[in-house]
């Protein structure tokens, strides 16, 4: 979803919040491609991870948050795509759910 819009896009130009990488478990892939798993078909449960407490995404700018299992599924998506990460700010949507990362930016 990070090139949705634009195959031709550089990493570079899209938006710092945008997550580029999401921790997916139980997924039955020891490694996946872009594309190998859609975000918008994934189940709920995903957000509970390896251990059952949460899962770990990464941002366009190489920041990396363990969000609690509790942050609505939706709100990951949405930022997930180019426009929700720039419609909305992840520190005021997402923050409230970071159990450690590099919340101090």
Not at 5 to 13: E, H, P
Not at 43 to 59: I, Q, S
Request: glycine share 8%; aromatic share 14%; net charge negative.
């Amino acid at each position: 979803t990070a090139f949705e819009n634009d195959l031709n896009m550089r990493f570079s130009d899209l938006p710092n919040d945008l997550i580029v990488l999401v921790e997916i478990a139980p997924c039955g892939f020891p490694w996946m491609l872009p594309g190998d798993a859609n975000i918008n078909s994934l189940p709920d449960g995903f957000t509970e991870g390896f251990d059952g407490n949460g899962f770990f995404v990464g941002f366009r700018d190489h920041t990396v948050w363990y969000l609690d299992k509790t942050v609505p599924v939706e709100l990951v998506r949405r930022f997930c795509t180019i426009s929700g990460a720039t419609e909305l700010d992840r520190d005021t949507c997402l923050k409230p759910f970071v159990r450690f990362g590099d919340i101090d930016r």
